[in-house]
């Protein structure tokens, strides 16, 4: 059973830019979260996907978007970026109930 | 004001010391409680849960959830420099959808 993966690791993006991160679920798991992590926060929720649908979004304006495919993989799409984008993009997937979710090791994301 | 407050130390204890991790919260909605734990670099990983009220024991580590105070704690005896790194409460109002998250506390634990 592999866990959350997620790409890339680091990178560097010039204000303005778009840009999209990708988030490969836990097998058997159908819905797939998306955090940003500031430094020194905890995680603030984006939005989540369940079967290919959005299922809940935060407080984050519409330049965030995503995907979810049908082998439950994701993406998360920032465009027009700011510097306060700056931040750990950390995916979590989960499947039934409550507290199973699973968080990937992120992607860091500097905005320049 | 946000809805999860976490007492934001950092925390430095010696090895072998009791630790004590705090949130308070707002929302009397939330049920479900989650700790996580995460070390640098690193992404978030579950270390306990509990539903509403109650005490939670799993090895060195006690979760407390006590709703009338919206406040909730995590308890870890005999530390150990392997538990250095922040910890995160966070809480859901529903089985699904998004968890809040405190800002973490940090901790180290010296040998």
């Known amino acids: 059973e592999t866990g959350v993966t997620q790409s890339p690791t680091h990178l560097i993006k010039t204000r303005g830019q778009q840009v999209t991160l990708r988030c490969s679920s836990q097998?058997?798991?159908?819905?797939v979260s998306w955090y940003q992590q500031a430094l020194g926060q905890g995680p603030q929720f984006i939005f989540q996907?369940?079967?290919?649908?959005?299922?809940g979004r935060g407080n984050f304006p519409p330049r965030f978007s995503g995907l979810q495919f049908p082998n439950y993989s994701s993406e998360l799409n920032v465009n027009a970026l700011e510097l306060d984008d700056s931040a750990l993009y950390l995916c979590?997937?989960?499947?039934?109930?409550?507290?199973?979710?699973?968080f990937g090791p992120g992607t860091r994301l500097t905005v320049t | 004001q946000k809805e999860v407050e976490q007492d934001p130390g950092p925390l430095s204890v010696p090895e072998g010391a009791i630790v004590s991790l705090n949130c308070t919260y707002s929302?009397?909605?939330?049920?479900?409680f989650m700790w996580y734990r995460q070390y640098s670099r690193k992404g978030p990983e579950l270390l306990m849960y509990?539903?509403?009220?109650g005490n939670k024991e799993d090895g060195r580590f006690t979760a407390q959830v006590d709703k009338s105070s919206k406040y909730i704690s995590l308890f870890i005896r005999d530390s150990q420099p392997s538990d250095s790194a922040t910890y995160l409460c966070?809480?859901?109002?529903?089985?699904?959808?998004?968890?809040?998250f405190g800002d973490g506390t940090t901790l180290t634990v010296k040998p």
């Open positions: 979590a997937s989960s499947s039934n109930g409550p507290y199973e979710q699973y």
């Open positions: 966070a809480m859901k109002d529903t089985n699904a959808g998004k968890s809040t």
């Open positions: 097998s058997g798991h159908n819905t």
């Open positions: 929302n009397s909605a939330f049920q479900y």
């Open positions: 996907y369940y079967r290919e649908e959005e299922n």
């Open positions: 509990t539903y509403s009220s």
